[in-house]
């Protein structure tokens, strides 16, 4: 079945740097878009960051110079390297992939069909 595994997250102080690492199986993801999301309780799903087949990228303003999204086909496997952490990137992360072509890369994630199960990120003070 569709499988999708993040990991890497965990405690770090802030000025820290992560990477988050999201593992695909089950199908081909090379041709799809793949996004990084994060959510904290009682809120909706944001957007963070989403890189398409042709290695485009997109990013939400409020990491943009911070983070960087890439992929390896090869391995099917999307990255997301935190740098300059702050206590309100503290989240959940989530990695999507959407697997209908567009125009642009979507940043919502009611687009996005397949999700990971998440994995903690903390920023402390």
């Known amino acids: 079945q569709v499988q999708l595994v993040e990991s890497g997250g965990g405690l770090v102080q802030a000025g820290g740097s992560l990477r988050l690492s999201c593992a695909a199986s089950?199908?081909?993801?090379?041709?799809?878009?793949m996004g990084w999301f994060r959510q904290v309780p009682g809120k909706e799903r944001d957007f963070v960051a989403a890189?398409?087949?042709?290695?485009?990228?997109h990013y939400a303003d409020s990491v943009k110079g911070r983070f960087t999204i890439s992929r390896d086909n090869a391995k099917n496997t999307v990255y997301l390297q935190m740098n300059s952490l702050k206590p309100e990137d503290t989240a959940v992360y989530y990695c999507?992939?959407?697997?209908?072509?567009?125009?642009?890369?979507?940043?919502?994630?009611?687009?996005?069909?397949?999700w990971g199960q998440g994995t903690q990120v903390t920023v402390s003070s």
């Open positions: 089950g199908r081909t993801f090379s041709t799809d878009t």
């Open positions: 999507g992939a959407d697997a209908h072509p567009r125009w642009a890369i979507a940043d919502s994630w009611r687009e996005y069909e397949y």
């Open positions: 890189i398409n087949w042709s290695d485009s990228t």
